[in-house]
């Protein structure tokens, strides 16, 4: 992932570790925000772990979604994340690798668009929008490099990559703000309670 290991955050599935991202990032947007409805970008066809979570805000009325299509072979422009990209935008949301088509998306150029548009914005690299990408199914084939992608968060799963059941991570580089969403002792550094599962992590 070439990332720190302050940056790796472990929890149980992919699904957990989307919802995170994407909740958490809402929260955290919202903690110094309260007035203020932000906006997500995110394509039509993301896994349901990351497509859920964003209508279950969206149907609360709390975000306004940009649902890029893709073409007939199942891919993004990474022109159409930057044509949606708006002053509200907190988070875009590309998968790497579909799970029932396999298509790869231009996650390097789209990280490349932000990063470009923040710099258009006068924006810190750390400030919004987040770009957060669902790796589960890329992480045996792609480069997962996080400073290559210009990613602020990356969710893998163990399970695609030959390892357990029960135990995923989320990347968070480091100063992106992120709350909780799960509640109790405290463990990952106050991002996720629950006990780790520290035999799955190690496997």
């Not at 199942?74 to 994340?81: C, K, L, M, S």
């Not at 988070?91 to 799970?99: D, K």
């Not at 998306?105 to 924006?123: A, D, L, S, T, Y």
């Not at 405290?186 to 190690?202: H, I």
Request: hydrophobic share 35%.
């Amino acid at each position: 992932l070439n990332a720190h290991s302050y940056e790796i955050y472990f929890v149980g599935t992919g699904t957990e570790s989307c919802n995170l991202a994407i909740i958490g990032t809402y929260y955290g947007f919202k903690k110094n925000n309260k007035d203020k409805v932000p906006h997500i970008i995110t394509t039509n066809i993301e896994h349901p772990a990351v497509l859920e979570p964003i209508r279950h805000l969206e149907r609360k009325g709390k975000v306004r979604v940009t649902y890029i299509k893709v073409n007939e072979d199942g891919i993004i422009r990474a022109q159409d994340v930057r044509e949606a990209l708006t002053e509200d935008t907190i988070l875009v949301s590309v998968m790497y690798a579909n799970n029932e088509i396999g298509t790869l998306q231009p996650v390097k150029e789209i990280g490349r668009i932000i990063e470009e548009w923040k710099k258009e914005n006068n924006r810190t690299h750390i400030a919004y929008p987040y770009f957060h990408t669902d790796a589960c199914q890329a992480a045996n084939y792609c480069n997962l490099d996080v400073v290559r992608l210009r990613a602020h968060l990356m969710t893998v799963n163990s399970s695609k990559v030959y390892g357990p059941k029960g135990i995923a991570l989320l990347y968070k580089r480091e100063g992106v703000t992120v709350e909780p969403i799960v509640y109790g002792g405290g463990q990952e550094r106050v991002l996720r309670s629950g006990t780790e599962s520290v035999a799955q992590a190690y496997a």
